[in-house]
């Protein structure tokens, strides 16, 4: 899908009554990446810090091999790392499966050490 500006992606909206729309979710995420959409996007996902079917679904975008090079992959690991800690500490196999990434951009939190904080309680 093409999104000249904020207020055309805004037409399609990744959660609704019935749950999250994949494919909208993919469009965000990739379009996350885009300068221009990216204070609408941040603003959009800020929202949704504490949300275990967002967080099951942007693991899924990024460590599926079919979106292998996306941006969406980029998307999903930028917002997995703004997902609520004690979220992402149940999601810890998930979280350190991506850490593992040999790819740097794919690895949510950026330095190479493990994340402390998984442990604490």
């Not at 959660?15 to 990216?38: I, M, P, Q, R």
């Not at 990434?101 to 939190?109: C, I, L, N, T």
């Amino acid at each position: 899908m093409y999104f000249s500006s904020p207020e055309e992606l805004k037409r399609i909206v990744p959660l609704t009554e019935d749950g999250w729309s994949k494919e909208y979710l993919y469009e965000y995420l990739v379009w996350s990446c885009h300068s221009a959409f990216e204070d609408y996007i941040d603003d959009f996902f800020s929202k949704h810090t504490d949300d275990d079917e967002l967080a099951e679904l942007l693991f899924s975008f990024l460590l599926d091999e079919h979106y292998d090079g996306s941006d969406c992959q980029m998307g999903a690991a930028y917002y997995i790392a703004k997902l609520d800690r004690e979220l992402l500490r149940k999601k810890k196999e998930l979280l350190l499966q991506a850490q593992s990434s040999d790819v740097h951009w794919k690895r949510p939190f950026r330095t190479d050490e493990y994340p402390e904080w998984l442990n604490q309680q």
